[in-house]
């Protein structure tokens, strides 16, 4: 096994204040709305932030330069000990024409996070919000103009380990960078969300693992399980873990249900973070601290374990009010059915295949802040470069 290489105690932080710029020569189309849906790559705006790390020196200046290719060896430490994390994060175009991003000291505490849990350099939060903000600020004007709002785009923050030494080890070279692209919408698929449960031979996440942590290699693993759920007519898998069949997350989303307990009372539960089996999603948060701020009164806030079973009993004795699902990519998604070894749960939607009214009320609070109809302080403004 190879060494480990402590940083050096001079080791530069992350400064956004050294930020250079780099515009491109060679300005690209925005493309319209059907290209994006048919493309198969997503489409990127004309730059990104790039801002490479080294053991000994630390952080370098980050620059601003054209959207391209990396040039990796092929013995990069990213592409063979999973030493890769991201986050993922919107732009959103406010119809006050203002561009926001929502709570994005969230995601960037979470990167550090992430980063630390596989050894790779961790980035200060400020710094790297000032980053995204930065290239957002040159490319928001053309690729989400004021004539789209209601629209967004995706930020994509990422770090890998670019050592080029085989060999177990934290990696001694690092590199930060953040694209932005186009991603399409998926909160209301035709009759809600279709969820198939976990296969029994497969978790997505396990205590003592990487669950709470956004990494590859929570992804990867997936894939194969989410494809058979899919080519069966459900749009995503509802991860259960342990003997009891406990219900974590749903795909890549947070899973929320609301029911009526046995005592009558409504309340909104979903999976704790205490065991860390789970993402601390930045949605998920929001959901629970306005549901507990705005909804107090009508239904008990929850985050605690429960099983499928319980879900099955609850379908049983007609106590289950609605479902969702809560994440950045799917933002809120009413939930219409669980399938589980051959039973399903039907889960009410409102009229015509709308949210119910509690995720309805939740959906329509986030985005009001996101599109800048509510101010908050969870909107933090773009400033945009002319």
């Given at each position: 096994?190879a060494?480990?290489?402590?940083?050096?105690?001079e080791?530069?932080?992350?400064?956004?204040?050294?930020l250079t710029?780099?515009?491109t020569?060679a300005?690209?189309?925005?493309?319209s709305?059907?290209?994006?849906?048919?493309?198969?790559e997503?489409?990127?705006?004309?730059?990104?932030?790039?801002?490479?790390?080294?053991?000994?020196e630390?952080?370098?200046?980050?620059?601003?330069?054209?959207f391209?290719?990396?040039?990796?060896?092929?013995?990069a430490?990213?592409?063979?000990?999973?030493?890769?994390?991201?986050?993922?994060?919107?732009?959103?175009?406010?119809?006050?024409?203002?561009v926001?991003l929502?709570?994005?000291?969230?995601?960037a505490?979470?990167?550090?996070m992430?980063?630390?849990?596989i050894a790779?350099?961790?980035?200060d939060?400020?710094a790297l919000?000032?980053?995204?903000?930065?290239v957002?600020?040159?490319?928001c004007?053309k690729?989400?103009?004021?004539d789209?709002?209601?629209k967004f785009?995706?930020?994509?923050p990422?770090?890998?380990?670019?050592?080029?030494q085989?060999?177990?080890?934290?990696?001694t070279?690092?590199?930060?960078?953040?694209i932005?692209?186009?991603?399409?919408?998926?909160?209301m698929?035709?009759?809600?969300?279709r969820?198939?449960?976990?296969?029994?031979?497969?978790?997505?996440?396990?205590?003592?693992?990487?669950?709470?942590?956004?990494?590859g290699?929570?992804y990867?693993?997936?894939v194969?399980?989410t494809?058979?759920?899919?080519?069966?007519?459900?749009?995503?898998?509802?991860?259960?873990?342990g003997?009891?069949?406990?219900c974590?997350?749903?795909?890549?989303?947070?899973?929320?249900?609301?029911?009526?307990?046995?005592?009558?009372?409504?309340e909104l539960?979903t999976?704790?973070?205490?065991?860390?089996l789970?993402?601390?999603?930045?949605?998920?948060?929001?959901?629970l601290e306005?549901?507990?701020?705005?909804?107090?009164?009508q239904?008990?806030?929850?985050?605690?374990?429960?099983?499928i079973?319980?879900?099955?009993e609850?379908a049983?004795?007609?106590?289950?009010?609605?479902?969702?699902?809560?994440?950045?990519?799917?933002?809120?998604?009413?939930?219409?059915?669980?399938?589980?070894?051959?039973?399903?749960?039907?889960?009410?939607?409102?009229?015509?295949?709308?949210?119910?009214?509690?995720t309805?009320n939740?959906?329509?609070?986030l985005?009001?802040?996101?599109?800048g109809?509510?101010?908050h302080e969870w909107?933090v403004?773009?400033?945009?470069?002319?």
């Open positions: 096994m060494p480990t290489t402590a940083a050096s105690p080791a530069s932080c992350l400064d956004a204040s050294k710029y780099s515009y020569t300005p690209r189309d925005v493309p709305e059907a290209t994006i849906r048919s493309s198969d997503t489409v990127c705006t004309d730059h990104m932030i790039v801002a490479s790390w080294t053991a000994r630390g952080w370098a200046a980050p620059e601003l330069k054209p391209g290719p990396f040039s990796l060896l092929p013995t430490s990213c592409l063979h000990y999973a030493h890769e994390c991201f986050e993922g994060l919107k732009a959103y175009r406010g119809y006050d024409s203002k926001r929502f709570r994005p000291n969230r995601n505490r979470r990167l550090q992430s980063a630390a849990r790779l350099p961790t980035v939060d400020d919000e000032k980053l995204m903000m930065a957002l600020s040159v490319d004007p690729w989400l103009p004021q789209r709002p209601g785009l995706y930020v994509r990422t770090i890998i380990g670019t050592n080029s085989l060999g177990i080890q934290s990696p070279k690092a590199l930060l960078y953040i932005v692209g186009y991603m399409p919408r998926m909160d698929p035709a009759g809600g969300k969820l198939l449960t976990s296969p029994e031979d497969t978790v997505r996440s396990w205590v003592g693992g990487f669950g709470y942590a956004k990494v290699a929570n990867g693993p997936s194969n399980a494809r058979d759920a899919y080519n069966s007519g459900f749009h995503q898998i509802l991860w259960l873990y003997s009891q069949g406990e974590t997350e749903a795909g890549g989303s947070n899973f929320f249900v609301v029911w009526k307990r046995k005592d009558g009372r409504k539960v999976a704790p973070l205490d065991d860390r789970i993402l601390d999603g930045v949605t998920r948060r929001s959901c306005l549901a507990k701020e705005r909804l107090g009164d239904v008990e806030v929850s985050e605690r374990k429960f099983t079973d319980e879900l099955f609850a049983a004795e007609n106590r289950i009010v609605e479902s969702f699902a809560a994440g950045t990519a799917w933002f809120i998604c009413p939930i219409s059915l669980i399938h589980h070894r051959g039973r399903e749960i039907a889960i009410p939607m409102g009229p015509d295949d709308t949210p119910g009214e509690i309805g939740i959906k329509n609070w985005g009001d802040i996101m599109y109809r509510t101010e909107g403004v773009v400033p945009e470069k002319n």
